[in-house]
């Protein structure tokens, strides 16, 4: 029976909270984590740190990207009005007169 806050959980939370703080290791809270997740029965998959980093700086330019080309103000609303240059209506032949 998988058992969600046993003592691996109550390790990991001591590991991961003792990481941050700077007073135990990164790879000391991944262990622990992930021997909680094994006790709980929580299938997980372990990524090399070099894949992690990749995808990170990947986030990194694509939120970039998506900033820089955002509008910088939303688009008028013109309430259904068309522009000026617009044709209101086509040609009776159903094409734009040149």
């Known amino acids: 029976m998988a058992r969600k806050q ?11 909270s003792a990481a ?16 909680a997740a094994t006790e709980a029965a929580i299938p997980f998959e372990v990524k ?17 990207e998506s900033i820089a080309f955002a509008p910088a103000a939303p688009l008028p609303d013109l309430d259904g009005a068309m522009p000026p240059f617009w044709p ?11």
């Open 48 to 64: 090399d740190r070099f894949e992690t980093e990749i995808a990170a700086v990947c986030d990194a330019i694509f939120e970039e």
């Open 20 to 35: 941050l703080k700077g007073s135990a290791s990164q790879e000391a809270a991944q262990s622990s984590f992930m021997a």
């Open 6 to 16: 046993g003592t691996g959980y109550r390790q990991a939370v001591l590991s991961c």
């Open 88 to 98: 209101t209506r086509l040609p009776a032949s159903g094409q734009l007169a040149r």
